[in-house]
Nanobody, 120 residues
Framework: QVQLVESGGGLVQAGGSLRLSCAAS????????MGWYRQAPGKQRELVAT???????NYADSVKDRFTISRDNAKNTVFLQMNVLKPEDTAVYYC??????????????WGQGTQVTVSS
């Protein structure tokens, strides 16, 4: 079993910044990709950014040049630095972690979600 604990969401004015964190713990043998997804009211969940264990990063076009994803492999933690926030960034942000457990079985877990609200 793997647990993901997210933190860092909140209310911010347009143009402001927030930093999200997600720490994974539990029966982890190896952690592969970690990432952030978001879901706005009435919309489907969408990819925001992902980062592999080797450091390769992928961003949604809508957040490129404004958001930065990073990770601390030693602590199985992923971060999302969000700058120049826009009202359209308002959503529940979910952390995702994929890897292998101690029994060598693959896992794909989601965090509980953290609300990000950007006021205009």
């Amino acid at each position: 079993q793997v647990q993901l604990v997210e933190s860092g969401g909140g209310l911010v004015q347009a143009g402001g910044s927030l930093r999200l964190s997600c720490a994974a713990s539990g029966s982890i043998f190896s952690m592969n990709a970690m990432g952030w997804y978001r879901q706005a009211p009435g919309k489907q969940r969408e990819l925001v950014a992902t980062v592999t264990a080797g450091g390769s990063k992928n961003y949604a076009d809508s957040v490129k040049d404004r958001f930065t994803i990073s990770r601390d492999n030693a602590k199985n933690t992923v971060f999302l630095q969000m700058n120049v926030l826009k009202p359209e960034d308002t959503a529940v942000y979910y952390c995702n972690a994929r890897g292998y457990g101690l029994t060598n079985r693959g896992f794909d877990y989601w965090g509980q979600g953290t609300q990000v609200t950007v006021s205009s």
